[in-house]
């Protein structure tokens, strides 16, 4: 799905600019790329589990916490992870 530019924004802001899950910083002009900082959109409850295309359903997710949560809801992937983002692998 594509994302307009103001989306985005609400996305990463609403936020604070801190991955959803493990509140790694994020850069906003960072979207899509896959490096220190980079994220994704990250649906709260998966789309291929009924999950809708909606800003409530949005999260700002950094790649490697999206890899791992897959198609798991939030609530059942849990909130913050133990390992610190910056050991992780991009």
Do not use: A
Not at 21 to 43: N, P, Q, T
Not at 71 to 87: H, I, M, S
Request: hydrophobic share 20%; charged share 30%; aromatic share 16%.
């Amino acid at each position: 799905m594509g994302f307009s530019k103001e989306d985005l924004q609400d996305i990463f802001y609403n936020n604070n600019g801190v991955c959803y899950h493990c509140h790694h910083i994020l850069v906003l002009e960072y979207y899509g790329k896959r490096v220190f900082g980079g994220w994704c959109v990250d649906h709260r409850n998966p789309s291929s589990r009924g999950g809708v295309d909606d800003l409530r359903n949005w999260r700002p997710s950094c790649y490697p916490c999206n890899e791992e949560k897959n198609d798991k809801t939030t609530y059942e992937y849990g909130k913050r992870q133990r390992q610190p983002p910056f050991l992780r692998d991009y």
